[in-house]
T-cell receptor, first 115, second 112 residues
Framework: DADVTQTPRNRITKTGKRIMLECSQT?????MYWYRQDPGLGLRLIYYSFDVKDINKGEISDGYSVSRQAQAKFSLSLESAIPNQTALYFC??????????????FGDGTRLSIL | RKEVEQDPGPFNVPEGATVAFNCTYSNSASQSFFWYRQDCRKEPKLLMS???SGNEDGRFTAQLNRASQYISLLIRDSKLSDSATYLCVVNMRSSNTGKLIFGQGTTLQVKP
């Protein structure tokens, strides 16, 4: 079983729809992240959470919201999807030691297309 | 200036060649560094951490130059299976974040 699981793996939907992407992990890590990846732009951080009560905006949080329901779950919502949110979305987790972020572990990704 | 910069490539090399990638970072307070590998349409996977003293893992060698603020990845005896995008990642530590910043990636194509 994958340590970081994203659902769905692929989604095609229409402009204006509400969409939720889910992420769950079995690694026991406190830190979780949502990224999007676009060709030529690399990975960009949307939101991150260091524990259940902690939510932080990344560099491109507009148009997105998140919920950290439990240590193991971190969901990303698009309240009203628009075509430029078409991208590959990754969830990641990490541990922390001595205040330093340890390497991140990624889910398989969700390919989202907004028509 | 981007916080982490890489030459996107692509680097096209024959099998058996040695190839090196560099990555520069802007924040001198950066504390930890990693190289990730990403195959097409797949998730990034940790290739190796980069230590101050440099480190080697088989055909892969990573080096850190804090004075010039760059890290490098050297791949010897390239294999077809090394074809991928290599992401440079920097830990920009501050008092309450510790975020990882990803470079855009360098694409490597190893040809027969």
């Amino acid at each position: 079983d994958a340590d970081v699981t994203q659902t769905p793996r692929n989604r095609i939907t229409k402009t204006g729809k509400r969409i939720m992407l889910e992420c769950s992990q079995t690694k026991g890590h406190d830190r979780m992240y949502w990224y999007r990846q676009d060709p030529g732009l690399g990975l960009r951080l949307i939101y991150y959470s260091f524990d259940v009560k902690d939510i932080n905006k990344g560099e491109i949080s507009d148009g997105y919201s998140v919920s950290r329901q439990a240590q193991a779950k971190f969901s990303l919502s698009l309240e009203s999807a628009i075509p430029n949110q078409t991208a590959l979305y990754f969830c990641a987790t990490s541990d922390v030691k001595g205040g330093n972020n340890q390497p991140q572990h990624f889910g398989d990704g969700t390919r989202l297309s907004i028509l | 200036r981007k916080e982490v910069e890489q030459d996107p490539g692509p680097f096209n090399v024959p099998e058996g060649a040695t190839v090196a990638f560099n990555c520069t970072y802007s924040n001198s307070a950066s504390q930890s560094f990693f190289w990730y590998r990403q195959d097409c349409r797949k998730e990034p996977k940790l290739l190796m951490s980069v230590y101050s003293s440099g480190n080697e893992d088989g055909r892969f060698t990573a080096q850190l130059n804090r004075a010039s603020q760059y890290i490098s990845l050297l791949i010897r005896d390239s294999k077809l299976s090394d074809s991928a995008t290599y992401l440079c990642v920097v830990n920009m530590r501050s008092s309450n974040t510790g975020k990882l910043i990803f470079g855009q990636g360098t694409t490597l194509q190893v040809k027969p």
